[in-house]
């Protein structure tokens, strides 16, 4: 085959692989034809012979009409004679040297390149100088490509390579073949893929491929699933069987046996699955993985992750979410102890809950015991009730006001320091005292 307008067209009859529909054309050959100049021949022209190893037609060497496997001849072109070795060699040659030609009845010096030849010409030696290599009938110092050096000649490769290292290694192919192990083919084998022109091996679960990667087959072994150009013993999560392989679910759907969203048999998380569709949960809903079904949040929560009242993610008008417990709460009254988990003690200036941290909790404490000192030294129950207000009332409104603007980092910084002045006063006091009762013992008067 060969494409023609994105479309696969037939070759001619003679070839196995080609470039065109033309006999001319073939690439390689059928069993039993031999390639010539682009043809499949049943059998080589004079002058060739056909090598059954190569499937192609190999030029006789110099002087033969016709030969046979190996080179040898087996006639010889007119005025030439087949001597005792079995080479063809120009009539009256046995009377000039060896780096001479006969022609007119006269001896001819060969070319400077060739040790012995048939002409003057750099184009028709026979052998070279031990430092050349000949390449058909001229003597060159690097063959070319399409040739391989071998015991002194330049030998040419196999038709469908353009670079070789020997009779049947290649090492690079002609345009539209690819090499593989040293030879030239139309396709890779099973198991491997085509690399700019060279076979590289598939990962180890492809049976065909079109790249390296475990995610690039194209067909599995045996008894192997294909989904989404991977190979499994079973069709994976996400994937449902059929007589072409695994094919993927609609994405509405965990698992399925079908196509479409109403083939569904699990569904992601949050979604609810129905008379094989998967609904997703309302936001009122949470999703409840034993049951796999929706269910409504607490009354006291607007949305939530999970049953009961504590579950609660955001709240509905006037509630507050506490976020220790995760529950909706009222805001606590002025009195209320700071652990009262029935309400919130909300923050005045964004209306957020101060005691959803442990250190919240004992800002409130702090400022209750304050709410308590104004009290009892004659304050009024709410700052700014009205009356002028005593010292002891103007200093526990100052630190009233203090602790409530000031940041809890701040808070803990001064209570820190005040801890440490404490104890610093206490091993001096103590320091002293000690030395004071050490200096003040009675002397004991000698009798």
Request: with cysteine; hydrophobic share 25%; net charge negative.
């Amino acid at each position: 085959m060969w494409t023609v307008a994105l479309l696969c067209a037939d070759c001619h009859p003679s070839c196995a692989t080609c470039n065109g529909s033309s006999e001319s054309q073939c690439i390689l050959c059928r069993a039993g034809r031999f390639a010539h100049e682009g043809r499949c021949l049943n059998a080589c022209p004079d002058g060739y012979y056909g090598d059954k190893k190569r499937h192609e037609c190999i030029a006789c060497p110099h002087g033969c009409a016709t030969c046979g496997n190996g080179a040898v001849c087996i006639t010889c072109h007119d005025n030439w004679t087949m001597n005792r070795k079995g080479k063809c060699i120009a009539n009256g040659n046995n009377n000039c040297d060896e780096s001479e030609y006969f022609e007119n009845g006269h001896c001819h010096p060969c070319h400077s390149t060739c040790e012995t030849c048939t002409g003057p010409t750099e184009n028709e030696c026979l052998t070279c100088a031990s430092n050349l290599l000949l390449q058909g009938a001229r003597c060159v110092n690097v063959c070319d490509d399409g040739y391989y050096m071998e015991v002194g000649v330049c030998a040419k490769c196999l038709h469908t390579c353009t670079q070789c290292v020997s009779r049947m290694n290649c090492t690079a192919c002609m345009k539209g073949l690819q090499l593989q192990s040293g030879e030239c083919r139309t396709t890779c084998a099973d198991g491997y893929y085509s690399d700019r022109g060279t076979c590289a091996k598939c990962y180890l679960s492809c049976h065909t491929c079109s790249g390296p990667r475990r995610n690039q087959c194209v067909q599995c072994p045996e008894g192997w699933q294909l989904a989404g150009g991977e190979c499994f013993p079973e069709c994976p999560e996400g994937f449902f069987k059929t007589k072409f392989g695994c094919q993927r679910c609609h994405h509405y759907c965990k698992t399925c046996n079908g196509a479409g969203p109403l083939a569904c048999t699990t569904c992601p998380a949050h979604s609810m699955l129905q008379n094989g569709l998967c609904i997703d949960c309302l936001a009122s809903q949470y999703y409840d993985p034993p049951t796999q079904t929706c269910k409504t949040c607490h009354e006291s929560c607007r949305t939530c992750s999970g049953p009961g009242q504590f579950s609660c993610l955001t709240c509905p008008f006037p509630l507050h979410l506490d976020r220790l417990n995760h529950q909706c709460v009222p805001c606590c009254a002025a009195d209320a102890s700071p652990d009262d988990q029935s309400c919130c003690h909300c923050d005045k200036a964004t209306g957020g809950c101060i005691n959803a941290s442990p250190a919240g909790k004992r800002r409130i404490g702090a400022e209750q015991q304050l709410l308590q000192f104004g009290e009892e030294s004659g304050a009024p129950a709410v700052p700014g009730d009205g009356g002028a207000a005593t010292p002891g009332q103007a200093a526990g409104r100052a630190w009233q006001q203090f602790l409530t603007s000031t940041s809890t980092p701040t808070l803990m910084v001064v209570a820190v320091s005040g801890c440490l002045l404490i104890v610093t006063l206490f091993v001096v006091i103590f320091t002293v005292l000690q030395h004071r009762a050490s200096t003040s013992c009675p002397t004991v008067m000698s009798l």
